[in-house]
C-alpha cells in the first residue's frame, strides 16, 4: 500500500494577512466543515502518520481548532501546524499530543505595518518559544525566516531576544527542539503557469510520493503549492484516496516524475521543483 511522509489538508483558506509574497486568492474556499475533515482523516489514517494542517490559511485562526485536533487524535495521526503568530493567543494545547511540529512564519509577522502591533506578536511567539524550551514537550518549534536581504531587522529582533549570533547562512538551534530555520525565498508560479501549453518537459517533483495536499473544500491537489486548485485530482468528499491515486492524471503526474518528466503545464515554472532541476540534468 501507498505510504506518504506527510498529508496538507487545508481546514481554512483564511489567515487575516495579506503578505505580499502570497497569493491573493485566500478566503475563497472557507473553513473545511468537521464532517468533511473527519472523512478526509478516516481515509487519510491508512496511508500516512503525519498531517500538516497548512496550504493556505491559518489553523489557528480556526475558533474549534480543538475539536480538529481532537479528530487527528481519535484517528491516531501527529499534525503539523504552520501559523502566523498573530492567532497565538492560548499555547499549552500546541505543547501536547497530537501536536508534533509548530511552524511560525516570521515572514508573515514582518509584513504587518504596525510596529506595535508587530512587537505583540513576536512577543506572544517568543513566550511560546521560551514556555516549550522550559517544558518537557516533544513538540518542535521552526521559526521560519527567508533568505531575503531585507530580513536584516528581522535577525535584529531575534539576536536580541536570544542573545546569540543568528544569521542567514544556517539554521539556528536556540533551545531544545526550538530552531529557526532559514528558507530559500519561494515565489508562487500561479500567473505564469496558466500561460504555458507545454507539456512533457524534463523535470522531477516529489509530489504524489512523498505527500499531497486536500483543500478546505476536500478538492485532491498534488502538493501545498498548488493553492489555486489547477490540478484537482478528485475531492474527498467523495473520491477515496485509493480511487483518486487510481485515476489516469494522477498515474500520469507520478509516472512522469519517476521518469523525470514533467506531464502537467501548471509544474513547469514551479520554483519549488526547480530546486531538484540538478538530478535530471
Ligand atoms: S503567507 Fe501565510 S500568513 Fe501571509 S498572507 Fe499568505 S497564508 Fe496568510
Ligand atoms: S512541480 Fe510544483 S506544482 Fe507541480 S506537483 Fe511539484 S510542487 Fe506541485
Given at each position: 500500500m501507498m505510504k506518504f511522509q506527510k498529508i496538507y489538508i487545508e481546514?481554512?483558506?483564511?489567515?487575516?494577512l495579506d503578505c505580499s509574497f502570497c497569493p491573493s486568492m485566500k478566503n475563497t474556499r472557507g473553513k473545511m466543515p468537521l464532517w468533511l475533515f473527519q472523512k478526509a482523516l478516516k481515509d487519510c489514517s491508512s496511508y500516512t502518520k503525519l498531517i500538516a494542517l497548512h496550504i493556505l490559511g491559518d489553523p489557528l485562526k480556526m475558533p474549534n481548532i480543538r475539536e480538529y485536533l481532537a479528530i487527528a487524535t481519535n484517528y491516531n495521526l501527529n499534525v503539523e501546524i504552520t501559523t502566523s503568530g498573530v492567532y497565538l493567543n492560548e499555547f499549552e494545547f500546541l505543547l501536547k499530543s497530537p501536536i508534533r511540529q509548530v511552524n511560525i512564519s516570521l515572514d508573515a509577522v514582518m509584513e504587518i505595518k504596525s510596529s506595535h502591533l508587530r512587537k505583540q506578536i513576536f512577543r506572544k511567539i517568543f513566550d511560546f518559544c521560551r514556555t516549550r524550551m522550559e517544558s518537557q514537550s516533544e513538540v518542535f518549534i521552526n521559526l521560519r525566516i527567508q533568505k531575503r536581504a531585507q530580513n536584516k531587522e528581522l535577525l535584529n529582533i531575534l539576536q536580541e531576544e536570544f542573545k546569540m549570533p543568528i544569521s542567514l547562512d544556517s539554521n539556528t538551534r536556540i533551545g531544545k527542539k526550538t530552531i529557526i530555520v532559514v528558507r530559500e525565498p519561494f515565489l508562487w508560479n500561479l500567473e505564469s503557469a496558466k500561460s504555458h501549453h507545454i507539456k512533457h518537459t524534463k523535470g522531477f517533483c516529489y509530489a504524489l510520493q512523498t505527500h499531497f495536499g486536500i483543500l478546505a473544500n476536500g478538492d485532491v491537489v498534488p502538493c501545498c503549492i498548488d493553492v489555486g486548485g489547477n490540478i484537482i485530482l478528485g475531492n474527498i468528499a467523495k473520491d477515496s484516496i485509493a480511487t483518486i491515486f487510481n485515476s489516469n492524471r494522477t498515474k500520469s503526474m507520478i509516472k512522469g516524475f519517476k521518469s523525470g518528466i514533467i506531464v502537467e503545464s501548471f509544474c513547469i515554472d514551479c520554483s519549488f521543483r526547480k530546486q531538484f532541476d540538478w538530478f535530471i540534468v
Open positions: 481546514i481554512s483558506d483564511i489567515c487575516g
